[in-house]
């Protein structure tokens, strides 16, 4: 257990440990056994399904257009197993050629949030039951799909990426594209680099998720693959990390079994799944994944896991596992700056924000640090290794150095510091944490928040599981009026409904991987040591004096220690957001001016 000193007001807390003023904000109670399985708010992006009815045998009476257009099996086809009258289901939807699909099955009641066509929803009625089906990839035209736009891939890419998903194999893709194999072969790494991932599977997955929602938790999902298709835990678990990128050998190891046995389960994987490439297999998985990630929802945003209006990359980290999601605003001549962002939001800024800095001379490039949004997770030492994504980011955009603007993640920043100082021009941190000792501001629901993670590490997964399943819209704008009204500065700022929906969005994205990145922050960054830097001049701590989460008074002989040298402005008509309330002041302070 954790002991820190500083005034801790008493916490009431409701069952399964969470505190009462968060369960009543939130308005949905804590599971007291966190089963793993996800919940909460889905995203999914509208145009990336096709739905149906059908009656209480599963047989389909009506299918939408989109059946047709993307050769679905639609009026005819059978569920092959019937729908349940009080939840939602992942079923096989067989048609009278033989072909199957994943689909998901619920009651109109609990389907009302899908996206479903306004015919469907003209027809339902008793005895009906909506069915849903994932756009299928091997019908998409590569050139005008959502993948294509995310990750910024060229015509050949696309073509080449989409000959890949029709045909699972090289050689066919490259026929299909009227190209040879090799430039096929360089096509498919190069959109790999820019996808940020390592095998073709990876990759494919990855165009399914973009173009049509998030993922399931992996409890989830291996629960979802053995009752759907009656395979084994192991070959739902070596399935998966084939399908998600993985080598025969790596679904081995982690498996704890040999190379043959993966090739005997995996052949056992493909017919029950009836796929014959490594392709279709990820199709399949990913497509239960998605269908699986919504029937656990308990609400849908209807918006990809991406901004389309976001010039959003995917890199690869440099001898590491895993991507990095960027999003590089421009203009390219402009003075880089790195934005890295708190415990609780993301990569996505308002406009407004983004604007003011490019007004100040300034390249503004948000990034998700790791475990949030679309950056993969990472192992070992989390700070050093949010560290290392920075230096993979100027690496691979060819930037020598860049300022770095710390709106969160000032932990980071230091690590940052400490190993490339010759990289940092200049850095500002936006009201910086002092440690748990030294905060004195305890009290409310942010107080009860700071109790559980200075005092109750344990609960700190529980507590962003929870957080993580209910980032609904309506649920994040209360928790945000709630943690920031006391600052009439905030209030002000949110009042824009642009920078409240931008705010909602970022926090909502950082949900994505179930709370993963909050956790991994949460249980490192308040009780890191600072690294000592002998010269701290190139730094400014940017304080709003109306900041109701922390205060300066607390935070500064912390971080003036740290960093001898270093500048401290504080704006006493400010609060928490005040990067987004001056964001030319940001571009003057990185000016040096």
């Known amino acids: 257990m954790r002991i820190v000193s500083g005034a801790i007001a008493p916490v009431s807390v409701a069952p399964g440990g969470l505190p009462s003023e968060l369960i009543a904000t939130i308005g949905l109670a804590a599971p007291v056994i966190d089963d793993g399985?996800?919940?909460?708010?889905?995203?999914?992006?509208?145009?990336?399904?096709?739905?149906?009815?059908?009656?209480?045998?599963?047989?389909?009476q009506f299918a939408d257009l989109r059946f047709g257009q993307w050769g679905l099996p639609g009026a005819g086809a059978q569920l092959d197993r019937p729908p349940c009258a009080h939840a939602a289901r992942?079923?096989?939807?067989?048609?009278?050629?033989?072909?199957?699909?994943?689909?998901?099955?619920?009651?109109?009641?609990?389907?009302?949030?899908?996206?479903?066509?306004?015919?469907?929803?003209e027809r339902t009625g008793p005895g009906r039951y909506v069915v849903m089906v994932?756009?299928?990839?091997?019908?998409?035209?590569?050139?005008?799909?959502?993948?294509?736009?995310?990750?910024?891939?060229?015509?050949?890419?696309?073509?080449?990426?989409?000959?890949?998903?029709?045909?699972?194999?090289?050689?066919?893709?490259?026929?299909?594209?009227?190209?040879?194999?090799?430039?096929?072969?360089?096509?498919?790494?190069?959109?790999?680099?820019?996808?940020?991932?390592?095998?073709?599977?990876?990759?494919?997955?990855?165009?399914?998720?973009?173009?049509?929602?998030?993922?399931?938790?992996?409890?989830?999902?291996?629960?979802?693959?053995?009752?759907?298709?009656?395979?084994?835990?192991?070959?739902?678990?070596?399935?998966?990390l084939v399908a998600e990128g993985g080598s025969r050998r790596e679904a081995a190891a982690a498996a704890g079994v040999s190379d043959h046995v993966v090739k005997s389960e995996l052949k056992m994987v493909f017919a029950a799944l009836d796929v014959a490439t490594v392709a279709g297999?990820?199709?399949?998985?990913?497509?239960?994944?998605?269908?699986?990630?919504?029937?656990?929802?308990?609400?849908?945003?209807?918006?990809?896991?991406?901004?389309?209006?976001?010039?959003?990359?995917?890199?690869?980290?440099?001898?590491?596992?895993?991507?990095?999601?960027?999003?590089?605003?421009g203009p390219s001549g402009a003075t880089p700056v790195l934005i890295l962002h708190t415990a609780t939001t993301s990569r996505h800024n308002p406009q407004c924000f983004i604007r003011g800095l490019q007004t100040g001379g300034l390249r503004p490039i948000a990034l998700d640090r790791p475990g949030f949004g679309l950056s993969g997770m990472v192992g070992g030492d989390y700070l050093e290794e949010s560290a290392q994504d920075l230096a993979d980011i100027l690496d691979t955009l060819g930037l020598e150095r860049a300022c770095i603007l710390a709106r969160g993640g000032t932990m980071v920043l230091c690590r940052f510091a400490e190993r490339w100082p010759e990289r940092i021009v200049r850095a500002v941190t936006v009201n910086p944490?002092?440690?748990?000792?030294?905060?004195?501001?305890?009290?409310?629901?942010?107080?009860?928040?700071?109790?559980?993670?200075?005092?109750?590490?344990?609960?700190?997964?529980?507590?962003?599981?929870y957080l993580s399943r209910n980032a609904s819209a309506p649920i994040v704008?209360?928790?945000?009026?709630?943690?920031?009204g006391a600052s009439e500065a905030d209030m002000t700022v949110l009042r824009d409904p642009r920078v409240m929906a931008a705010y909602i969005r970022s926090t909502q994205?950082?949900?994505?991987?179930?709370?993963?990145?909050?956790?991994?922050?949460?249980?490192?960054?308040?009780?890191?040591?600072?690294?000592?830097?002998?010269?701290?001049?190139?730094?400014t701590l940017l304080y709003g004096a109306q900041d109701p989460l922390y205060s300066s008074a607390d935070s500064l002989p912390r971080w003036q220690a740290a960093w001898p040298g270093c500048s401290v402005v504080i704006v006493p008509d400010a609060g928490r957001l005040v990067h987004f309330q001056k964001p030319d002041l940001i571009a003057r302070l990185l000016a040096g001016a």
């Not at 999914?44 to 739905?51: R, V």
């Not at 305890?442 to 109750?456: D, H, T």
């Open 509 to 539: 994205h950082s949900a994505l991987q179930g709370g993963a990145g909050f956790r991994a922050v949460a249980t490192t960054e308040p009780f890191a040591a600072i690294p000592q830097l002998a010269d701290g001049s190139a730094m």
């Open 134 to 240: 994932c756009v299928p990839l091997t019908v998409l035209d590569p050139a005008k799909s959502e993948f294509t736009h995310a990750l910024g891939l060229t015509g050949l890419e696309a073509r080449v990426v989409g000959g890949l998903v029709r045909t699972g194999e090289l050689r066919s893709a490259a026929r299909q594209a009227r190209v040879g194999y090799e430039t096929a072969r360089t096509a498919t790494k190069a959109a790999m680099r820019k996808a940020g991932v390592r095998r073709q599977g990876e990759l494919i997955g990855l165009c399914l998720m973009l173009q049509a929602g998030e993922p399931a938790t992996r409890t989830a999902l291996l629960g979802a693959l053995t009752e759907l298709f009656r395979i084994s835990a192991r070959q739902a678990e070596i399935a998966v």
């Open 90 to 121: 992942v079923a096989l939807l067989c048609g009278p050629g033989g072909r199957t699909v994943p689909a998901l099955v619920a009651p109109m009641a609990l389907a009302a949030e899908w996206p479903l066509t306004q015919a469907v929803r």
């Open 281 to 329: 297999l990820s199709i399949a998985i990913h497509e239960v994944s998605i269908l699986t990630r919504i029937a656990m929802a308990t609400s849908m945003e209807s918006a990809p896991p991406f901004e389309t209006a976001e010039p959003l990359r995917l890199i690869p980290r440099i001898g590491r596992p895993g991507r990095i999601a960027v999003v590089d605003h």
């Open 433 to 465: 944490e002092p440690g748990p000792v030294a905060d004195r501001r305890r009290s409310g629901l942010i107080g009860a928040i700071k109790a559980i993670v200075y005092g109750q590490p344990w609960m700190t997964a529980r507590l962003a599981t």
């Open 477 to 484: 704008e209360r928790l945000t009026i709630k943690a920031l």
């Open 37 to 60: 399985a996800g919940g909460g708010a889905a995203f999914l992006n509208p145009g990336g399904f096709a739905s149906a009815l059908c009656d209480a045998e599963g047989a389909i």
